[in-house]
């Protein structure tokens, strides 16, 4: 079975622009959720989605959103960017979401210049 | 904010030697799941621990969960070079989140 993956690994974008990070879960899972890892902040909750709906969301500004198609696979969003965007964006899927094994991507390394 | 607080920071052994490192968190859980990372790549999961449990072993892992101390610890038995990394703790509830901790970087010396 595949695990998840995620897409670019790698990117630099300028300050003020637009990123869409994309993610597809393992197969079977519903739920994917995304995580900020940086070294100020560690590891923080962006949101969570299952069956195309956000079932929770993290302490993030709006510029930070995400969506979830119909075949899982999710997407998230950040607007005008900033340097301090720049982090490493794990994307992870589980069955259910609580109370289930969840597995991360390999992430996908945003650089803000 | 995190939740979880693993001690110590750092740690560094010994092949062959055992490698403990402990979690503590504040609020109730439904599960904490230990995670392994390796520099600049993703978390690999490792074991999840419900709260009805206490202990729980996989390979020459061991996770120990005590909810009244609100902690759990893993040990890594007969360490290797390959165990150098990052391990991390997160507990989850019923918010379909994880909350993770700061980690511990594990340094495995030949």
């Known amino acids: 079975k595949a695990g998840v993956t995620q897409t670019p690994r790698y990117l630099i974008k300028t300050r003020g622009q637009q990123v869409t990070l994309s993610c597809s879960p393992i197969?079977?899972?519903?739920?994917v959720s995304w995580y900020q890892q940086t070294p100020g902040q560690g590891l923080q909750f962006l949101f969570e989605?299952?069956?195309?709906?956000?079932?929770n969301k993290g302490n993030f500004p709006g510029r930070f959103s995400g969506r979830q198609f119909s075949n899982s696979r999710s997407e998230m969003n950040v607007s005008t960017l900033e340097l301090g965007d720049s982090a490493l964006y794990l994307c992870?899927?589980?069955?259910?979401?609580?109370?289930?094994?969840?597995?991360f991507g390999e992430g996908s390394w945003l650089t803000v210049v | 904010s995190q939740q979880g607080e693993e001690d110590p920071q750092a740690l560094s052994i010994q092949e062959g030697e055992n490698a403990t490192m402990n979690c503590s968190y504040k609020?109730?859980?439904?599960?904490l799941q230990w995670y392994r990372q390796n520099s600049g790549r993703g978390l690999v999961h490792l074991i999840l621990?419900?709260?009805?449990?206490r202990e729980k072993h996989s390979g020459r892992l061991r996770v120990t969960l005590d909810t009244s101390k609100k902690s759990s610890s893993l040990l890594i038995t007969a360490s290797r070079a390959a165990d150098t990394a990052s391990y991390f703790c997160?507990?989850?509830?019923?918010?379909?989140?994880?909350?993770f901790g700061a980690g511990t970087t594990v340094t495995v010396r030949a």
């Open positions: 997160a507990t989850g509830n019923n918010d379909y989140k994880l909350s």
């Open positions: 621990i419900r709260s009805n449990e």
């Open positions: 992870a899927s589980s069955p259910q979401g609580s109370g289930n094994t969840i597995y």
């Open positions: 989605y299952f069956s195309e709906t956000q079932r």
């Open positions: 609020t109730s859980i439904n599960n």
């Open positions: 197969s079977g899972h519903r739920s």
